[in-house]
């Protein structure tokens, strides 16, 4: 059974179509990262799926069941984006708050703490937390009642460098030990790690959804290869733009050449074998180049459309 | 059931915590204690002078007084929740709506139900040792029906809030049309009522309108509190009429109850179709 189940949803907004047709699905213990650009369909999407909102069309099911099941609230963990809390109330009293609602053990609320590394300011007012303090209050929140489902919107936002890491470790984690997670985010860079799949959406539609090698292949976009310490850099060079490669001379003895799909290996045995070459880079298309290249296509197909 | 009290007790404690409860205990005592003594003073009278006027005149305060403590309790109770952001949060918990302001009334509805007892309870034990020759069973009937109603009506501008706080969308606003609210049942209404006695110069159904009076459950509360004591004399302005109304007090208080529930299932409907 899938955690997630999206088929055929459309959502409307009086005349405003704002997803058109998003079939989705988040296998058991799958991470999913759901990318898109400000009103492209993610909240929507993640509203859909807690049932906060009813498809206007098409179906949602959440663990098997309607998503406005309790049951499924139960086993749900959702990190809002710019998570606020009752200012008022100290960490500790607002994590055991939800524990009740959730019905979570209130023995649970101390452990977390201690995970997200709340504890030394567990009895402090939420209103004297910084913005990463309370972003890491929410995840606390988020993973009472050990949800087989988590939604994470905007998990990094306002977290340092090391607390971000923590929470990728985290994911990891969870993942490993079964936990379905979908990760809406606009920070791209190292998130790929983490994820198995990517979905990318935009102005409501889905523009691609796979694993970053599926994408990559899909997008037909080249890697970068650059080697150094080449022996006969300038012959390489001629016979590579003579064979239709684009290729340019890096330093002295260096070559960058694009690798289109399928010529990878050939260009690096080349450069192992004649080339000698001494140190080689490849630089693979990053979550963000894919990203770049489905909204430049998102945005050609509109273009075409408006224009007919 | 047990998330309406999950909510109920946050409620609750916030209510301990702001010190909500205290300061509203404390007020109702001053001045409970200040009008038994005082309530005189304008006939030339110190001191304490009978149950049925100390009645009277904490009835006629707690008129403008208990509605305006219960609006400022709860006009934010949704749209606090919505613009502080917890209530997208609360929403995707295994937690129903009605389950949520049910909570959110109960916890608010304890809140003043023990600041009535708190406060009115100890002007009347002031009185009971402090007065000689006191009826105590005349007292203790007396301020029970007075507590009690008090925090019914109380209890019915609660409800009237969760309604505004469940239809708009800005604090602000709520707070706005909140003290509308108290504008309209507290004052604007029995003047409404005396204009349209003298405008129609007899021509409106002189036996109708005494039941007018049911629409407005300040004036419910204060029928009553005024009567049940012998001589009703106290009766003033729109009062007078409920002299004429041909029906028992218990009815009165199903009135009450009414404008605690209608509100409030009201509330729930505007509540459920609040878009998330």
Known sequence: MNAVEIKGVSQQYGSMTVLHDLTLSLGEGEVLGLFGHNGAGKTTTMKLILGLLQASSGTVQVLGRNPKDSLVRQQLGYLPENVTFYAQLSGRETLRHFARLKGAPLSQVDELLEQVGLAPAMERRVKTYSKGMRQRLGLAQALLGAPRLLLLDEPTVGLDPIATQDLYQLVDRLRQQGTSIILCSH????VEAHINRAAILSHGRLQAVGSLASLREDAGLPALIRASGLKQSAQLLQRWRAGGHQARSVGIDGI???AINGHKLDLLRELLGEGGAQDIDIHQPSLEDLYRHYMDQAQSTQAREGAV | MSQVWNIARKELSDGLRNRWLLAISLLFAVLA???????????????FTSIPATIA???????FLVPL????LAYDAI???DEGGTLMLLLTYPLGRGQLLLGKFVGHGLILALATLIGFG???LAIAVLVEDIELGLLAWAFGRFMLSSTLLGWVFLAMAYVLSSKVSEKSSAAGLALGLWFLFVLVFDLALLALLVLSEGKFNPDLLPWLLLLNPADVYRLINLSGFEGNGNALGVMALGGDLPVDGQLLWVCLLMWVGVPLTLAHWVFLRRPT
């Open chain 2, 79 to 81: 749209v606090g929740e």
């Open chain 2, 69 to 72: 403590i219960a609006l400022l």
């Open chain 2, 122 to 124: 100890c002007a009347a």
């Open chain 2, 57 to 63: 005149s904490l009835a006629s305060l707690a008129t």
């Open chain 2, 33 to 47: 204690v200040g009008i038994a003594w005082l309530g005189a003073a304008a006939s030339g009278q110190l001191g």
């Open chain 1, 256 to 258: 960058e050449v694009v």
């Open chain 1, 187 to 190: 920070v791209l860079p190292g």
